[in-house]
T-cell receptor, first 114, second 112 residues
Framework: NAGVMQNPRHLVRRRGQEARLRCSPM?????VYWYRQLPEEGLKFMVY????????ESGMPKERFSAEFPKEGPSILRIQQVVRGDSAAYFC????????????FGQGTRLTVV | DQQVKQNSPSLSVQEGRISILNCDYT??????FLWYKKYPAEGPTFLIS?????DKNEDGRFTVFLNKSAKHLSLHIVPSQPGDSAVYFC???????????FGGGTRLMVKP
């Protein structure tokens, strides 16, 4: 896990607020993946980004969710108008090359919607 | 439709014995399989992987076996240690694609 930094570790939001989750990949990694883990379930793919580009967002809900990975700075997963069902652990992973053969995960952000 | 399944939610093993964690999949187009270990409040840590062209890969105490005809893979940990107690996820990649599909996890408890 060393190197992939996610913040905050814990985030509490009231229904209707916005949540912003940040991920700084390992040094030298330009590929970032976001996954969501609901309670008692496995991780589910959400989106794959390279610098300034969304490559695959097939796992993203159609509304309220967006992601970016700007040229400078961390990748951001943004959830607008949060609902209770958004409560989950959100994990970011990074890799130096495309293909996911050894993606390194961050410690996750646990989002609680109250 | 769950393409990767770990049918045992939990497994308890005595220290020093072998732990065998199982994983089944349905999609024959998966080309790469990985095992991750996860402690509470931490992210998954990569353990070991195997390409679909192989049937075995070994790394220290960890060995992964792949049976393509049965669409089944297993992780063997020998000998098991109390520090191995964690949730283990198997994951599969589709055709060098962009995402991993995870199983639901198996909680391993190694008793001293």
């Amino acid at each position: 896990n060393a190197g992939v930094m996610q913040n905050p570790r814990h985030l509490v939001r009231r229904r209707g607020q916005e949540a912003r989750l940040r991920c700084s990949p390992m040094k030298g990694h330009s590929h970032v993946y976001w996954y969501r883990q609901l309670p008692e379930e496995g991780l589910k793919f959400m989106v794959y980004l390279q610098k300034e580009n969304i490559i695959d967002e097939s796992g993203m809900p159609k509304e309220r969710f967006s992601a970016e990975f700007p040229k400078e700075g961390p990748s951001i997963l943004r959830i607008q108008q949060v609902v209770r069902g958004d409560s989950a652990a959100y994990f970011c992973a990074s890799s130096p090359v495309r293909g996911n053969t050894e993606a390194f995960f961050g410690q996750g952000t646990r989002l609680t919607v109250v | 439709d769950q393409q990767v399944k770990q049918n045992s939610p939990s497994l308890s093993v005595q220290e020093g014995r072998i732990s065998i964690l199982n994983c089944d999949y349905t999609n024959s187009m998966f080309d790469y399989f990985l095992w991750y270990k996860k402690y509470p409040a931490e992210g998954p840590t990569f353990l070991i992987s195997i390409s679909s062209i192989k049937d075995k890969n070994e790394d220290g105490r960890f060995t992964v076996f792949l049976n393509k005809s049965a669409k089944h893979l297993s992780l063997h940990i020998v000998p098991s240690q109390p520090g191995d107690s964690a949730v283990y996820f198997c994951a599969a990649r589709l055709n060098a694609g962009n995402m991993l599909t995870f199983g639901g996890g198996t909680r391993l408890m190694v008793k001293p």
